[in-house]
């Protein structure tokens, strides 16, 4: 199985610092600017520029405890958004340490949201759950928790848990394609490869450009051993992510699937070098290496 969740995860990143800009602070420090260089930057997207804002920020005076950690919180997203997941950990902690030594409330939603993608990207799913169920608690209505909660579900091996959690994300969000994208990889998994296609189709007609969607469709095209149906879309999904290894991914299982080895090959390898720790990409890149005796 390629690694969806960590697919989802990037999603994640992409989301989380415009989700920090303007949320409330942990501990209801609402109407506070201590950093307005750092909003400057995560509301244009500039996660580097904000961590160097915000390290700044915190290193140039003590700050009440509730400024410092809604400081922290949008440090941690930036940091997340950068693919620092260590840092973004450390960070986490620190904010729900600094709560727990002043009294407040350990369960703020976002902290544990963000938090669990840190986890993710670490490979730490079991823990990750533990923080998201916490999310949805505080954040019912929230689709983003859901997908992250499919995507963890299917890291775990429980494939009907993530069906039911990509059901919510599609319930709250109908018009937005991550909710289906999950699904149909969810589907893949429970070997209900027609309603992953249908999924699939789903997704790309509300994002036809997005490269995730596509690649959704043409994987589940693959998988249902109908690649000769969608070697358009499978094509389009590299030209909108072309240096996805999953996606290229996906590519060279569907020209393997029509007899276009040669074509194949040189993807699947394009793929291992983009995605060598993704087991699937390496299994397949060993597999056609030695059909060609390499």
Known sequence: MLNL??????????????????????????GSNPCPDANEAMASGDAEAAVAALRACLSARLHP?????????????????????????????????LLRDNGGNTDIPIVRRNRAVALLQLDRAQEA?????????????DDFVHILLGGTY????????AIAAYDNAIRLAPDSPG????????FIELELMDRAVEDGR????IAPDDGSALNALCW????????????????????AEPDSGAIIHSLAAALEQIGEDE?????????????PDNTTIAGDYARVSAARGE
């Open 179 to 186: 909710g289906w994208i999950g699904r149909s990889a969810a």
């Open 129 to 141: 759950l533990e923080d998201l169920l916490i999310a949805e608690r505080g954040m019912p209505q």
């Open 5 to 30: 969740c960590r697919a989802f995860c990037l999603i994640a990143l992409m989301a989380l610092a415009g989700h920090a800009h303007g949320q409330p602070a942990p501990a209801g420090q609402q």
């Open 154 to 161: 299917m890291e775990l091996d429980r494939g009907t848990e």
């Open 65 to 97: 405890w509730q400024t410092e950690a809604e400081l922290r919180v949008r440090l941690g997203a930036s940091q997340l958004a950068l693919g620092e997941s260590e840092a973004a950990l450390f960070t986490y902690n620190q904010v729900i340490a």
């Open 263 to 275: 074509e194949a090959y040189p993807l699947f390898a394009r793929a291992y070098e983009l995605e």
């Open 220 to 239: 589940a095209l693959v998988k249902a051993e109908r690649a000769s149906e969608g070697m358009d879309i499978c094509y389009a999904a590299v030209e």
């Open 202 to 205: 789903e997704a790309v007609a």
